[in-house]
């Protein structure tokens, strides 16, 4: 193995202390730390793509990928100024802001649908309706539906492949809620993974495979892939798409998007005009990268919440599962 000599490390050293001394003023830039869904990943990373470029590198926006979970967990113990959420704020959430003295400003930034894929070479599942979703996925199928046959008695005798989010994920307690009728309650014999490039390779590699994620990473992957139609109750069955979202349509798998400011945090320049560009930039970016922004009149809200500090939630820390953007638009016009 080659070895660097003592005498090369101390030069080595010391040329980069010195790199230090010289880069000195770029370490002294503004910084804003957001963390939390993946699925609200792609929009928040655009923001700060654009903005740090609009702000010449005086202004440096960090954003990791913890789950909504994981982000709320940092978020609340003062760690990040925003965080990343593919769902509201859950009761214990806000108990534990509460008992840190984080106080935030919730804002909803688009619209997702909740995406069922299945193998291309899948032609049996092209259309799945809830009841089959939760036969699969509801806690008490665990190590007893172990094929697509016992799902349903006209598809073929063959294993049934689950991939889904982690526990920490957002997606993860929409999905639950919305198919099994409770959070966080499902069956545990599955690959899960908080990163959805990994979900998306379990499903694509297996003509037996079924997974969820949001839209945008089915769209990014469609030439792998196949999107499920959906069907709530009874009729034809619904596919993910911008129209089904904004018509209502696609229940019960379409759902808000948020982010979360702390506070405090907003009275820093620079969390503040992040916040401003990420709301001005949204009905163009968040399009661009594959969701559905809502009206230019919730932005809008949003911009005026942030201002006058609208504190807390107006989702009661519980999901509500099927909320159309209209409905949306109802609840946050109430300043």
């Given at each position: ?132 979703l939760r036969k699969m ?130 009275d820093r320049p620079e969390v503040k ?63």
């Open positions: 193995m080659f070895k660097t000599p003592r005498i090369a490390l101390a030069a080595t050293a010391a040329a980069f202390a010195g790199a230090l001394c010289i880069v000195t003023p770029a370490a002294h830039a503004q910084l804003v730390k957001v963390d939390g869904s993946s699925t609200v990943f792609p929009i928040t990373e655009a923001m700060a793509e654009d903005f740090q470029k609009s702000k010449k590198g005086k202004v440096k926006v960090t954003v990791g990928i913890s789950g909504t979970g994981g982000g709320f967990k940092k978020f609340c113990r003062g760690e990040t100024d925003i965080s990343d959420a593919s769902r509201p704020i859950l009761k214990k959430e806000m108990d534990d802001c509460k008992a840190a003295g984080v106080q935030y400003i919730e804002l909803p930034v688009a619209y997702d649908a909740l995406t069922v894929v299945i193998h291309p070479d899948n032609t049996w599942a092209r259309t799945l309706t809830v009841a089959e996925w509801e806690a008490g199928s665990q190590g007893k539906v172990k094929t697509w046959k016992q799902v349903n008695p006209a598809w073929p005798d063959q294993p049934l492949k689950l991939f889904g989010p982690g526990a920490d994920s957002g997606t993860f307690d929409y999905f639950t809620e919305a198919i099994n009728g409770k959070a966080k309650s499902s069956r545990g014999d599955f690959t899960a993974s908080e990163d959805d490039n990994v979900l998306v390779q379990g499903v694509s590699r297996d003509v037996n495979a079924l997974g969820y994620f949001g839209y945008s990473y089915y769209l990014e992957n469609k030439d792998k892939l196949h999107a499920a139609k959906i069907v709530e109750k009874t009729g034809p069955g619904v596919e993910p798409s911008f129209e089904s979202v904004i018509n209502g349509t696609y229940q019960p798998l379409a759902r808000p998007i948020f982010i979360y400011i702390n506070s405090k945090a907003l005009e992040f916040v401003e560009f990420y709301m001005k930039s949204a009905e163009t970016l968040v399009r661009e990268v594959k969701y559905v922004p809502l009206p230019a009149k919730a932005y809008a809200y949003n911009i005026e919440h942030a201002n006058k500090k609208v504190l807390g939630t107006k989702f009661g820390g519980e999901n509500k599962v099927g909320l159309t953007i209209e409905q949306l638009m109802q609840l946050e016009a109430k300043l």
